[in-house]
T-cell receptor
Framework: GQNIDQPTEMTATEGAIVQINCTYQ??????LFWYQQHAGEAPTFLSY??LDGLEEKGRFSSFLSRSKGYSYLLLKELQMKDSASYLC??????????WGAGTKLIIKP | IAGITQAPTSQILAAGRRMTLRCTQD?????MYWYRQDLGLGLRLIHY???????GKGEVPDGYSVSRANTDDFPLTLASAVPSQTSVYFC???????????FGPGTRLTVL
């Protein structure tokens, strides 16, 4: 079967750095996405990785290791507005997105 | 219209009733998707359309149908609603199947 695993919840302090991990087992791999979803709102696109390595975009970075079936999202200089759920999704061999359940990130002052 | 819109925002529905959730995008995206999101579970794909005139089944298609008569609209119909269809429904679109998806604001549906 296909499976995406991420921690259910994480807590971090404003101004700090947090790393959210995602491991996957899917039928084929055609890229990995990270989305942010604030409570009661729609998911919004954050990053995309298809090759191994680190993609940096401002305060957010995403890393991929295809051989390990592993990715992480790194958030630096945390702000209160970063409190949200972070969704990991893998595009499989049929080009459909398989989604993890999301990691709820709580930022404390 | 700017982006992707959904209607209604929320709905309470009696079991056995028919319901159509509407989705419209003005980005001229070729691909559109319907997901449901339930607490503790990831987004699950119900149906998708890679281009106008074509549709396909996702992970959880039973009890739902879709049509794609034109590029902009992708309605989702529940023929006879059941309580297990209580969920938040998101419509999404992308330029093509290879591109990132943009989501509508969602419809919160409760079936009693």
């Amino acid at each position: 079967g296909q499976n995406i695993d991420q921690p259910t919840e994480m807590t971090a302090t404003e101004g700090a750095i947090v790393q959210i991990n995602c491991t996957y087992q899917t039928s084929g791999f055609n890229g990995l996405f990270w989305y942010q979803q604030h409570a009661g709102e729609a998911p919004t696109f954050l990053s995309y990785n298809v090759l191994d390595g680190l993609e940096e975009k401002g305060r957010f970075s995403s890393f991929l290791s295809r051989s390990k079936g592993y990715s992480y999202l790194l958030l630096k200089e945390l702000q209160m507005k970063d409190s949200a759920s972070y969704l990991c999704a893998v595009r499989d061999s049929n080009y459909q997105l398989i989604w993890g359940a999301g990691t709820k990130l709580i930022i404390k002052p | 219209i700017a982006g992707i819109t959904q209607a209604p925002t929320s709905q309470i529905l009696a079991a056995g009733r028919r319901m159509t959730l509407r989705c419209t995008q003005d980005m001229r995206h070729n691909a559109m998707y319907w997901y449901r999101q339930d607490l503790g579970l990831g987004l699950r794909l119900i149906h998708y359309s890679n281009t106008a005139g074509t549709t396909g089944k996702g992970e959880v298609p039973d009890g739902y149908s879709v049509s794609r008569a034109n590029t902009d609209d992708f309605p989702l119909t529940l023929a006879s609603a059941v309580p297990s269809q209580t969920s938040v429904y998101f419509c999404a679109s992308s330029l093509g199947p290879n591109n990132e998806q943009f989501f509508g604001p969602g419809t919160r549906l409760t079936v009693l």
